[in-house]
């Protein structure tokens, strides 16, 4: 495990380091919500043909192993600046970013903040537009819907219940004003969106989903300004956990591909 101050205050972004090639691009992965980079990627950046890369699996702030600061904002752009400055301490540019969910709206942010730290992008299932909150709906959507002292009240074992065993079994790592700002930011998005800033990045990026749900939405813009667009069969939203064999031969297509 490593660190880094990310913020004026002392806080620190942690992460488990693969060490691999130092004639290659280092690898970042970025969790979603409620989760954590270790327990969701370990397996599959170990796996051929993604292993062999350095390779950072980052917490972002709030989550996991990093710090979970009360005074932070947790919104997107909060969390790629505090990414930024985890990458630049571990002497990380031109980073291969592999980023689910909530992971991948930081992703975006990151690269279009911060260009320079980012070669490439694998965004897996990632959100790319605002959500309505829903209260009792499944995910940042629902925990969204409660105002923050409401949450910390009590709202957060109504969340619990719904999340199930295992989403939960990370979730209540995150500190629980983290989980609920980052839900709140990640519903109201960024300005631009994380679409329109996703289709006027210039590096090589891909979008890997659920074969099962169909379409992207927006496919043919995001096609038309250079995204891949890549479906793995046999899973749900937790790509990498579902079928990790699927995501490996997709994410290895993504980061090699010409385009």
Known sequence: MRSAVVTAE?????????PGREDAPARVYLHGLG?????????VATRAPLAGHRSLLLDLLGHGISDRPEHFSYA??????????????ADVTGAQVVAHSMGGSVAV??????PEL???????DANLDPLEPERGALGSRGIAAYGEEEFLAGGWREVRERAGAHWWSTMR????TALHRSAVRLAQGSTPTMRELLVGLTMPRAFLYPEADGPVPGAEQL????????????????????NPEGFVRATAAALTSQG
């Open 118 to 124: 980012v070669s490439r992008l694998v965004l897996v």
């Open 35 to 43: 989760a954590t980079s270790p327990a969701y990627f370990a397996d």
């Open 173 to 176: 790592l995150a500190g629980r």
């Open 223 to 242: 096609v038309a300004a250079g995204v891949a667009l890549l479906p793995v069969p046999d899973c749900g939203h937790n790509v990498m956990l579902d």
């Open 10 to 18: 002392g806080d620190r972004i942690r992460w488990v380091e693969l």
């Open 109 to 114: 942010l990151l690269a279009a903040r911060h």
């Open 76 to 89: 997107l752009e909060a969390h790629a600046d505090a990414v930024a400055e985890a990458l630049r301490a």
